[in-house]
C-alpha cells in the first residue's frame, strides 16, 4: 500500500488558497500601465541572461545592468533575454523600454496573478502562461507566472524563479545542428511553452500516485479528519492545476492563428503538437476531478455507513434495557403494600426476569437481522 499523504501543517500546504484568492494589490483607481509587483519574492536579486545566437555562433552572458547592450549587432542573429525575478520594478522596466514594450505589458509581467493569455501587439506578441512544479518540502504543486513577448528577432521570457524547466532548452541552444539555432524566433517561443507543458505531465503524474493513495486508504478502511483534510488539499490542488492548464489552450490556439504573423507555418506545425499535449492534460484533470469527487461520495457514504452502525447498536442496547427499566421503576416506587416486598424469594426473581428477558430480546434481535 501506498504511503498515507498528509499535508497539515508542512510548508506550502495551503499555496492554492494564497494563489486562488489571493487581493491583486492594485488600488482602485490606479493609473492603467502603472508598475505593482504582486506576488510573492522568490530570489534575492533579478538577473537576466542573455543569449545571442544563430547558426554558426553562440554568446551567453548574464546581465545585471540594463545599460548594457543586449540587442543582437548581426541582422541574421537572434536574442533571448530570460528575466528571473520580477519583484524588482526597475530591472524589469529597464528590458521593457529596451524593447519598447507598453506599459500595459510590462504591468502585466509583474503582476503574477494573470490568467493564461495571448494578445497580439503588432511587432510584438505577448503571451502569458503558468508553469506547475512540485514543492520539495510540502510535496504540494506550485504554480509559478511565465511570460513571453515574442518579436521578429527576440524573445524575452520573465519567470518568477529559476526552476530548471529551462535548462534543456539552454542545453539544445548549444547544439549547432539543433532546430533551435537554425529556426527563428518563433520556434524559440514555442520551445519555452512545450517545456511549460511538459511539466504538467510531470505534476499530473504525481497527483496521480497521491490520488492512487488516498483510494487505497479508503479501501483499508481509515477515516477521520486527517483523511478529510488530505482529500480536500487534492481536489484544491487538483482545481489550482486546472486553472492553470485550461487557458493554455486557448493561447497555443491562438498562436496558431493567421493573424499572427510573427509565428511561421512550420511553427504551427509544432505549436498544434504542443495544443495536442493540453488537450490531453485537460483530459486527465477532469478524470482526476472526477475520482476526487468519487472518493469524497465513498467517504462520506463509509461516514455515514458508520454512524448508522453505531447508532443502531445505540438504539439496540436502549430498547433491552427499556424493560428492565420499567421493572426496576415498578419496584422502587416505594409503596407500603406491595405484594412481592415482603416475599423472601422476589429479589433473585425479579433479577432472574429480567436477565430472561434481555436475552430474549437480543436474540430476537439477532434472528431478525437488526444488528
Known amino acids: 500500500m501506498k504511503k498515507f499523504i498528509d499535508l497539515r501543517g508542512k510548508p506550502g500546504s495551503e499555496w492554492f488558497l494564497g494563489n486562488m484568492f489571493r487581493k491583486s494589490g492594485k488600488s482602485a483607481g490606479a493609473t492603467p500601465g502603472d508598475m505593482v509587483f504582486v506576488g510573492e519574492r522568490k530570489i534575492e536579486a533579478p538577473v537576466a541572461t542573455v543569449a545571442v545566437y544563430n547558426e554558426t555562433e553562440l554568446s551567453v552572458k548574464s546581465v545585471k545592468d540594463m545599460d548594457e547592450d543586449i540587442l543582437s549587432a548581426s541582422g541574421s542573429a537572434r536574442t533571448w533575454v530570460n528575466v528571473v525575478g520580477l519583484h524588482d520594478i526597475a530591472f524589469v522596466s529597464g528590458v521593457g523600454k529596451k524593447f519598447n514594450l507598453h506599459p500595459l505589458v510590462l504591468e502585466d509581467i509583474v503582476n503574477t496573478n494573470q490568467r493564461p493569455k495571448i494578445v497580439d501587439y503588432g511587432d510584438y506578441v505577448f503571451i502569458v502562461a503558468k508553469s506547475l512544479r512540485v514543492d520539495g518540502a510540502s510535496g504540494a504543486s506550485c504554480a509559478e507566472q511565465v511570460c513571453i513577448v515574442l518579436g ?130 485537460i483530459e486527465t484533470v477532469e478524470i482526476y476531478r472526477e475520482m476526487l469527487s468519487s472518493i469524497n461520495d465513498l467517504y462520506q457514504t463509509a461516514v455515514s455507513n458508520r454512524m448508522s452502525e453505531i447508532m443502531k447498536v445505540l438504539t439496540a442496547i436502549a430498547t433491552i434495557f427499556i424493560p428492565l427499566t420499567f421493572v426496576a421503576g415498578v419496584y422502587g416506587m416505594n409503596f407500603k403494600y406491595m405484594p412481592e416486598l415482603e416475599w423472601r424469594w422476589s429479589y433473585p426473581a425479579v433479577m432472574a426476569f429480567m436477565g430472561a428477558a434481555a436475552v430474549y430480546m437480543v436474540v430476537y434481535f439477532k434472528l431478525k437481522k437488526w444488528f
Do not use: C
Not at 479508503?218 to 492545476?241: K, P, Q, W, Y
Open 152 to 281: 521578429d528577432s527576440f524573445v524575452l521570457s520573465f519567470v518568477e524563479n529559476e526552476s530548471g524547466a529551462l535548462d534543456p532548452i539552454r542545453e539544445r541552444m548549444k547544439n549547432p545542428e539543433g532546430r533551435i539555432r537554425k529556426r527563428g524566433a518563433d520556434y524559440l517561443a514555442y520551445a519555452i511553452l512545450d517545456a511549460v507543458v511538459d511539466q504538467y505531465f510531470s505534476v499530473l503524474e504525481i497527483i496521480g500516485e497521491k490520488i492512487e493513495a488516498v483510494e487505497e486508504t479508503l479501501e483499508a478502511g481509515f477515516s477521520g479528519s486527517r483523511f478529510h483534510i488530505t482529500l480536500r488539499d487534492l481536489r484544491r490542488e487538483t482545481l489550482l492545476v486546472r486553472r492553470a492548464v485550461w487557458p493554455m489552450r486557448d493561447v497555443l490556439g491562438g498562436l496558431q492563428k493567421s493573424e499572427i504573423k510573427l509565428v511561421g507555418e512550420s511553427t504551427g506545425m509544432y505549436l498544434r503538437d504542443a495544443h495536442d499535449h493540453v488537450v490531453q492534460t
